[in-house]
């Protein structure tokens, strides 16, 4: 089979399971393309797939420079505050909003409204970034402070999947909770600068979990392109 056929097979697939999973909720899925080329990207978006995701601005520049995709494409990996010129012109939105300091340089780099999601380091992991949990509220609270930014949403990376067991999957369903948990909690407080739209949790090993527990975006790399041969 091509390429191109696998593919499409692919997100033909996730996007079956996925309305059985969602019923009337609109859950949307990002092709994750960071090590695919620029033609494997547009496939995935051309099957179905309704956002793009980059995690190194280097990398998307080089694939989306001269034309964007036809999708929103989003930066999701950690954003050096010196790329941040560049990672605001290249993309449509940052979900990996992960510090103060980052929110202060895209809103004085802004010249209009630039949305964001915040990122939560769910299950406090060392290697991860992220706020903690316990920061994520008072940070929304002062979204004010950033008048060019519009907190879109949450996004966590939750722990990997490694063996495949029952206690393993209940850890990473309770990790979903408690971000579903801090979402509505966050959401609750209507602020203008924070609609909090969307929750961005689930990759290749644990998607339909996520989309059980109240996703709104889920973010596949391995399972629409198979496995990366380069991190
Ligand atoms: C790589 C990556 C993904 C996709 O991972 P897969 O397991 O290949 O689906 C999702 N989100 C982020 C932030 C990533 O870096």
Not at 8 to 25: F, Y
Not at 99 to 127: K, W
Not at 190 to 202: H, K, Y
């Amino acid at each position: 089979m091509s390429n191109q056929a696998l593919i499409e097979d692919h997100v033909g697939e996730v996007l079956q399971r996925l309305s059985m999973l969602a019923g009337n909720r609109l859950v949307r899925v990002m092709a994750v393309t960071k090590g695919r080329s620029r033609q494997e990207a547009l496939w995935a978006v051309a099957a179905g797939c309704q956002l793009v995701g980059e995690n190194r601005v280097q990398e998307a520049e080089s694939k989306w420079r001269e034309q964007k995709p036809p999708v929103p494409l989003h930066g999701i990996g950690h954003l050096q505050t010196n790329k941040v010129k560049y990672g605001i012109q290249l993309f449509d939105a940052v979900d990996s909003l992960d510090s103060e300091r980052l929110a202060d340089a895209i809103n004085q780099r802004s010249e209009q409204t630039f949305s964001v999601m915040v990122e939560v380091n769910i299950a406090g992991e060392m290697t991860k970034s992220g706020l903690t949990p316990a920061a994520v509220r008072d940070f929304v609270r002062q979204g004010y402070r950033w008048p060019h930014l519009k907190i879109n949403g949450l996004m966590t990376v939750l722990p990997a999947r490694r063996e495949n067991s029952v206690e393993e999957g209940r850890i990473i369903r309770s990790y979903m909770q408690d971000m579903v948990d801090l979402w509505r909690m966050c959401r609750e407080e209507e602020f203008p600068w924070a609609p909090l739209d969307d929750l961005s949790m689930g990759m290749s090993g644990d998607w339909e979990w996520a989309v059980e527990k109240g996703a709104t975006v889920i973010r596949l790399g391995t399972r629409i392109f198979g496995p990366r041969l380069r991190a």
